[in-house]
């Protein structure tokens, strides 16, 4: 089945170490989103790829990185994680054109901070 | 700007009751319309959505109906079960998605 496929499912950092999440897509989608989500509170967009071209949110700190080397693979870094960041994580694709907007999601990282 | 209100939680309920979660927008333009449910643990999952006005979307016994006259987007279930328990969110898709707080459902049995 296509699917977005987040890994690792829980990442436990150190204060400070940076950290790398990963996400993966077998939908061949062209647009793909990070998400930050506390506590069951609605999802927070910290920026999308359209193809390659990068869209930052406004309020997205700088703390926060992306990459994307190719249309199925995404990752999110986190330069120096502070106990503020832990989260879930959310990754989620669409396909541009597409009417409806409709965004599929990964299962989600749960980052811890220690 | 766009906004998405839903009905605050958290909603408990018995097993087999009738289910209303309320949700309005504020939107230019003719957004798409969706839920999502999150079950503890786990990302986001599509439910149901619509795409234009008078539109019904339904999924697993929930339904929904785009109504643009009165900017709302309610979910209901005829009958929920203890598997119901979850926390759902409206959001309307135009560039992005734009989610609302979220309401936490508890079935009990």
């Known amino acids: 089945d296509a699917m977005v496929i987040q890994n690792p499912r829980y990442q436990v950092t150190q204060f400070g170490k940076p950290v790398t999440l990963s996400c993966s897509q077998t939908l061949n989608h062209n647009v793909m989103y990070w998400y930050q989500q506390k506590s069951s509170q609605a999802p927070k967009l910290l920026f999308h790829?359209?193809?390659?071209?990068?869209?930052n949110e406004a309020d997205t700190p700088d703390n926060f990185q992306s990459r994307r080397p190719n249309t199925s693979f995404c990752f999110l870094d986190i330069r120096s994680p502070g106990l503020g960041d832990a989260a879930m994580y959310l990754c989620?694709?669409?396909?541009?054109?597409?009417?409806?907007?409709?965004?599929?999601f990964g299962p989600g990282t749960r980052l811890t901070v220690t | 700007g766009d906004s998405v209100t839903q009905m605050e939680g958290p909603v408990t309920l018995s097993e087999e009751a009738f289910l209303t979660i309320n949700c309005t927008y504020t939107a230019t333009g003719y957004p798409s319309l969706f839920w999502y449910v999150q079950y503890p643990g786990e990302g986001l999952q599509l439910l149901l959505k619509?795409?234009?006005?008078?539109d019904k979307g339904s999924n697993k016994g929930f339904e929904a109906t785009y109504r643009k006259e009165t900017t709302s987007f309610h979910l209901e279930k005829g009958s929920v079960q203890v598997s119901d328990s979850a926390v759902y969110f409206c959001?309307?898709?135009?560039?992005?998605?734009?989610f609302g707080q979220g309401t936490r459902l508890t079935i009990n049995p």
């Open positions: 989620a694709t669409s396909r541009e054109g597409v009417r409806s907007y409709e965004q599929y």
């Open positions: 619509a795409t234009k006005a008078d």
């Open positions: 959001a309307l898709g135009a560039q992005k998605l734009v």
């Open positions: 790829y359209y193809d390659k071209d990068f869209n």
